[in-house]
């Protein structure tokens, strides 16, 4: 069956890389952005030019990031987080790829940088201009006390949730670091990522490409099936405590 020959190939894979979507997130609670119901369904987003041209966007978005509107904080890592989380402590995974924002990979117990966040994290925030980082729970008393809208205190620039908005270029060193780690598995495990949205989707087939296998754990199928060596269409959580027991 599907998941003990996946267990097979993570236990023949001499370097295993994970990429994660919004999929292993939605197991924690957290809606899946893109899907009817999901945040861009109940707000608009608020585009990266918008945020810094325009105060009362600004406003906007730092009101929704300490009320926590779009759900992409608050939530615990579920068994698809864990199990990575021992896949990288054993040394199987050398480095976990993320499309989510969440920071529950870090939450789990990956080592911040052994996690690639394609589209930054929601959980802190950083300077636009010097790029310090700075605690939301910091800056949320300021907002809620004076409606302060957050600047750097070191170099007095504009201060923004540190991901990556609609509009915003793809951050650069993580996009390399994902790609140098694409080239160097011999395993690239995708979990609950639709694989549609590019240039993140590229990275599987990079990887295929240079010779590693491809495995994709999804609950529905996904583009690149057609290029997977195995398929597994089910919950993240479950497949993986399995895989990766505790
Ligand atoms: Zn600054």
Known sequence: MSVSDLAR??????????FTGAGISTESGIPDFRSPGGVWSRMKPIYFQEFVSDPEKRREAW???????AGWTGASPNAGHFAVARLVASGKAAAVITQNVDNLHQESGVPAEQVIELHGNASYATCLECGERHELEALKAGFEKAGEIP????????????????????????????????????????????????????????????????????????????????????????????????
């Open 151 to 246: 600047y750097c205190r070191r170099c007095g620039g504009l201060v923004k949730t540190a991901t990556i908005s609609f509009g915003q270029a793809m951050p650069e060193k993580p996009m390399n670091r994902a790609q140098a780690a694409s080239l160097d598995c011999d395993l690239f495990l995708v979990l609950g990522s639709s694989l549609v949205v590019y240039p993140a989707a590229g990275f599987p087939l990079i990887a295929k490409r240079n010779g590693a296998q491809l495995v994709i754990v999804n609950r529905e199928p996904t583009e690149l099936d057609v290029y997977a060596d195995l398929v597994v269409n089910a919950e993240i959580g479950p497949v993986m405590a399995t895989v990766a027991p505790a």
């Open 9 to 18: 190939r993570i236990e023949a894979a001499r370097r295993v890389v994970v």
């Open 63 to 69: 009101s929704r990031a300490f009320s926590g509107a």
